[in-house]
Every structure is written in structure tokens, then in C-alpha cells.
């Protein structure tokens, strides 16, 4: 993330109003220093003022009251008393999208300081897919939605006549997602290749007992292959499931693999108007018989709920399903497979490879480059989850024809992205980086009313 210097703070703090924010940690402070901060600090900021910052003997650099309040706000979204994201209006938000995120949410909604600090009357979270919070935010039926891939031409997901400037997008959450299924404990963490389970999605390969998932997991006399060979009939036949609506964790999916096998195979690039990259979440529905797989899907199951639901209820299933409903009570019985990791290594999900992979993201991420799937370490040794992404959170720009909603969100949408990130482990997630979580809260200074930035403002 690039670094800029931060001058002229006093003249910046008078152009942002901080008046109407509870006790900022400088506003007592008399004596005047001169020192340079970067715009995106690692620790705590000590609370002087500025009254110049020369870089070089040519050079001073005037901060904007963006990044004043990005700084100097030490208890913003810090969950303390003094935190200026807990002022503000009693509201009902309406909200929706991603079920990626539906566990993180909700564990912020559910008795959190945010909710309980004011009544906030929340908005019924269906997480019904990425689609729905794109579709809901840019007609105005949700205050702020959520999607796992941000509206974006390289995702392919804009909508007509809603550019992406319009609407401020940032990460909130990271995640990983798995390959899983139900045969039973005994078949727990099989190895599935990236071109083995692209061939199930194709539908040239129907069967656990299929040679090429035999050999790769010990051969016909190993323990494995002799279980997979002895599975029943009914459970022996491969049923791959896929998502209804536009689903950010099938795009992850799908992305992965296209990674992983360097291109998608050419029937489901032709689906999608000769892309070679990954069917675009515009596609009618998302679902894969719709964009080239030509395996026997069944009926497109709604959420990652309604995947976790058919994989333990649908003998021989395989779907893709979000790390952290592996967590929730009711989903123990659902099998994990071992996938390769870039460097070649099979290994299983967990939150340590995940992590990994929110290391090497690395701390820039925008609307037109988050892809983290398939991504290597530094080192060889570190092993990295293959299937790994952001899940965003989308809010009009423009807040006047809805002030007290817009100020309500954004304080939210803040304090998600600082104070609920600690919360992120215990939920499944892996907790967003620093500089990332400062780039949220810069972007978030873009929603006003008018000239007037929501977020700094009280009540």
C-alpha cells in the first residue's frame, strides 16, 4: 500500500468538524510539533498537532480531512466508550447478499456493543448469494449488502447503469473455502486434484470408485481405494452440487480452478462468450449448467447453508462450502478433501494455510484485483490454502435522500472492519491486515451527505 505524509493537521482537522466526534485523543493537546506520520500507521499515533511536515527541502505534503480522520481518530472503531462509530442514529438497516459472510455477520449483530450501544433494528440476513446484495444496493433495497466479489468489469459482475463509482466497496471479512462431501469418517480428507474435480464438474468422471480418484488417494489394494470400491451403489455415484443465484463462493470455486488447471476447460469458455477466464458472476443464475459444466446437477441448492444442508443429506454428494459452516453445529459429518496447494503439497483446510493465504494476498486489494486463490509464499515451506477470498461490503455513495440510515451503516461497516475483526478467528475467519483495514476506512469517507462525511459525524 502506497505511503503518503500527513501535514498541516491542524488546518485539517478544522475543515473535517471533529467537534461532533466524542472526545478525539487530541483535541487537549497544546503543544504544537512537527513531525511526519504515514497515512497508514502500524501502532498508535501520539496525539500532537502538526503544524508542517516538509519531506524535502522542496516538498510538503497537505493532508486531506480524509486522512486526518484516518490517523488521528484513535478511538474510532476501537469498541470503547469513546468510540465515535457507537453514536449513532436508531435505525432500521436493511441488508443482504453473501452467505460467505453470514456467520461473521451475524456473530456482530447477535448482542454486540454496536447493536446494544443503540437499537438497531436489522434487516432479516437471508444470505441468499453475492447477486442479491449487487442487485439490492444499486436498486436501494439494501442499505448496504455484501458479496464475495466487488461490482467490477473484471469480475464481470457491474450493473447496468450503476457504475462502480457510485458506491464505495471494501473488504470486511477473509475466508477460505473447501471441497466437501459425505462418505463417512473412514473417507475423510481424500486427495482431489484440481483436474479430477474440474472432470467431476464436466461430468466425465461419476464415480468415488473412478480409477483416477483411486489411484490418487493409494491404489485398488490400499485401505482408501478398498472403501471407496466397497461404497454402495446409491452413494457411489458422484452428485455434484452447485449454487442458485449469483455465488461468490462459486466464482471462488470456479477461479481456483482455472488457476490451478491454467484455463477452464473450452466448453464452459464458450458458455461465457469466449472468456478464458472464469464464467462471470453475470451469467443467468451462476448456476454451472448454465455456463458449460456438463455434469448431472440436481436441483442449485440457496447458500452455503443449503449446500451444507444437501451434502449431509444427499449420499455421494460433492459441493464447495465456506470454511466456517464447518464450525456450526448439525455440519461435523461433512468430509473435507485434501487439495495441492501451489507449491504441490497436499494439505487439508484449517485456519493456520488460510491465514497463509491472507499473507499472501498481501495488504493491496481493490475492486479490480482481489482474486486470492491459488496463491504461493515466500517460502516453499509455508503451505497455503488454495481456495481463499475477501468478502466485500457495497454502499451507495450518496447517503442525502437516507442520512440517519447512511450514518448507521457506515459507523457499522467501520467498526466491522476494526473492533469485529478480533472477532473474525473464533467465527472461522481470518482477521483482515492493518493496512487493509485502514484502506476500508479511507473508502468509507466517501459516503456523505452532501460535502458531509457521514462517519465523522455524531449522532
Known sequence: MKKMLLSSVATAVALVGFTGIAAPAFAKTTTTKVSCYPLY????????????????????????????????ASNMGQNSSL????????????????????????????????SSTNAVNWGSYLGTGSGDARTGVTAGTYDFGFADQPMSAVAGTLKSGHPAADYVQIPVAFGGAVVAYDLGASLNNLKLSSDILAKIYMGTITSWADGAIVNLNGGNTSKIGKALLALPSGTKTI????????????????DYLNAANSGLPSAVQTAVNGLSAVPTSGVSGNQLDQTGWNANF?????????????????????????????????NAAIDTAQLQDAHGDWIKPSLKNITAAATAAGTVVTPDAFSAVYLTASTAATQVWPIATFSWAMIAKDQSSSVSKGKAATKFLDWMTHFGQTLAKVNGYVPLPLPIQNYARKQLMNVKNGSAILLLQAN
Open 41 to 72: 500507521p502500524t501502532g498508535k499515533i501520539k496525539a500532537t498537532m502538526l503544524t508542517s511536515c516538509t519531506v524535502s527541502a522542496s516538498t510538503t505534503v497537505v493532508a486531506t480531512a480524509q486522512d486526518v480522520a484516518a490517523n488521528f
Open 83 to 114: 468510540d465515535p462509530d457507537l453514536s449513532f442514529p436508531a435505525v432500521t438497516l436493511a441488508e443482504g447478499g453473501s452467505s460467505f459472510v453470514k456467520p461473521f455477520f451475524q456473530a456482530l449483530t447477535s448482542g454486540s456493543t454496536f
Open 239 to 254: 452428485k455434484p452440487l452447485e449454487r442458485s443465484g449469483g455465488s461468490g463462493t462459486t466464482y471462488a470455486f470456479l
Open 298 to 330: 440436481g436441483s442449485a441448492v440457496s447458500g452455503n447453508s443449503g449446500m451444507a444442508n444437501a451434502l449431509v443429506t444427499t449420499p455421494g454428494a460433492i459441493g464447495y462450502l465456506e470454511y466456517s459452516y464447518l464450525l456450526i453445529p448439525g
